[in-house]
């Protein structure tokens, strides 16, 4: 369902003002003037969960730039308003985002703390698809605290009454093999073979990442072994855009282990794959992720000459709404790729009311169009863009996320889909 943002025009103009006076950062772009801003616009949204997320991004940016005391300070507040929550749905969504947090700090008392109350808000959701979503998102979060072989069973435990009830399990055993080849490949690519309902994409994608977490410690002929049978496992689904997908993160992971010619050939038929998905819409997007992965490993070439396809193919889409997320997505593909006349050209397209899937969605573009802008160190034109975004969560989400690639250039764009 489309939503509009109902604005006023002239406190606009003031807003914009302000915003952009905040933003005059006198001694260059530094995380200090960022830092500075982004606290700025914290206190003005108004929403509970948006400021949540809000704040628990901008605590990933303080502990980024060392600023330990800051981020647990943040992350404190943040879990407090998530307590607060009425909803029980919301309530432990945000609660295990700040319990992820806290365990990914190294706080895990806090942690644990605040992962009981998690649990004690999903008690009171009624089984069904919405639980098994939120019980899956908490386990694989008290993972990172507890070690992978304390959840597994719960995990495995799962309810399977739906197809997507079997989807969210799977995901959440995905998640779980992944973290647990940092530490033992073999456990990891067990549980992987073991994903043998629900969404099997997510068992291809889960030897792909499995390979790239163990890429240090394990043998190259395992490496490839698990990318192989990641490989295939993406061959066998059905529609294309998983196809697409599953294929994309195997050759990700094969260009990082310097299998460049291999990864050349999964890139190209993930872009065939792609080709053949099951609507406009999903052949758009799909060719738009696979040229946002190939920007995270610097391919920006490749990436620039599929765009232009993916930006033809969604303009054919019939539906609106589904037309507009993929210009958002296209948006982001662009700007993190370094074709920013693409770019502006997908954007123009948004309206700037529009709310989709519970996102302003121009909003949510100018964010990644500020990620791409200082991953290519465009830095002024990174902060205009930021000091541009209305809605003050996208506008604290594109200054942490500044911060982030000012300290780690070479960090991927954060996932914003499947």
């Known amino acids: 369902?489309?939503?509009?943002?109902q604005t006023v025009f002239l406190p606009a103009l003031f807003l914009?003002?302000?915003v952009c006076a905040a933003f005059a950062c006198s001694e260059g772009v530094t995380t200090d003037c960022l830092l500075e801003a982004a606290h700025d616009a914290l206190p003005s949204i108004e929403s509970r969960a948006d400021w949540v997320d809000a704040a628990l991004e901008l605590a990933r940016a303080e502990a980024a730039v060392g600023r330990k005391r800051e981020a647990m300070t943040l992350l404190l507040k943040a879990v407090a308003r998530a307590g607060g929550e009425p909803d029980p749905k919301s309530r432990a969504s945000q609660l295990t985002a700040g319990a992820e947090a806290l365990a990914l700090q190294q706080a895990e008392g806090l942690a644990a703390d605040v992962f009981s109350a998690a649990e004690r808000a999903l008690e009171q959701i009624p089984a069904g698809d919405k639980r098994s979503d939120l019980l899956g998102r908490l386990l694989a979060a008290r993972a990172i605290m507890e070690g992978v072989p304390s959840v597994l069973s719960a995990a495995l435990a799962m309810p399977e009454e739906t197809e997507t009830q079997s989807s969210y399990r799977a995901r959440t055993l995905e998640e779980l093999a992944?973290?647990?080849a940092q530490e033992d490949f073999a456990a990891?690519?067990?549980?992987?073979?073991?994903?043998?309902s629900g969404l099997r994409y997510y068992q291809a994608v889960g030897y792909a990442h499995s390979a790239a977490e163990a890429a240090g410690h394990a043998g190259e002929d395992e490496l490839l072994a698990a990318l192989a049978a990641a490989s295939d496992a993406a061959r066998s689904l059905s529609e294309g855009y998983f196809v697409a997908g599953a294929l994309r993160e195997a050759a990700v992971v094969m260009d990082t282990l310097k299998q460049s010619d291999r990864a050349d050939r999964l890139f190209s038929e993930a872009v065939a794959a792609a080709r053949e998905a099951g609507s406009l819409q999903q052949q758009a997007r799909?060719?738009?992720?696979?040229?946002?992965?190939?920007a995270d490993i610097k391919r920006h070439?490749?990436?620039r000459a599929l765009l232009p396809e993916a930006s033809k193919i969604a303009q054919q889409e019939p539906s609106e709404q589904l037309r507009l997320w993929s210009y958002y997505e296209i948006c982001g593909s662009a700007a993190f790729a370094g074709d920013f006349q693409l770019a502006n050209t997908v954007l123009s397209e948004i309206p700037s009311d529009i709310v989709l899937f519970g996102r302003p969605l121009y909003a949510a573009a100018q964010r990644d169009m500020v990620f791409g802008l200082t991953r290519h160190r465009r830095l002024e034109e990174g902060l205009a863009m930021a000091a541009r975004i209305g809605p003050a969560r996208e506008r604290v989400q594109a200054l942490s996320r500044m911060i982030g690639l000012l300290v780690d250039p070479g960090q991927p764009a954060l996932p914003r889909y499947l």
């Open 301 to 303: 070439t490749a990436a």
């Open 16 to 18: 914009y003002a302000s």
């Open 1 to 5: 369902m489309i939503m509009r943002i």
């Open 286 to 294: 799909a060719i738009s992720r696979i040229a946002s992965e190939m």
């Open 178 to 180: 992944t973290l647990r």
């Open 188 to 196: 990891a690519t067990a549980i992987v073979g073991g994903i043998s």
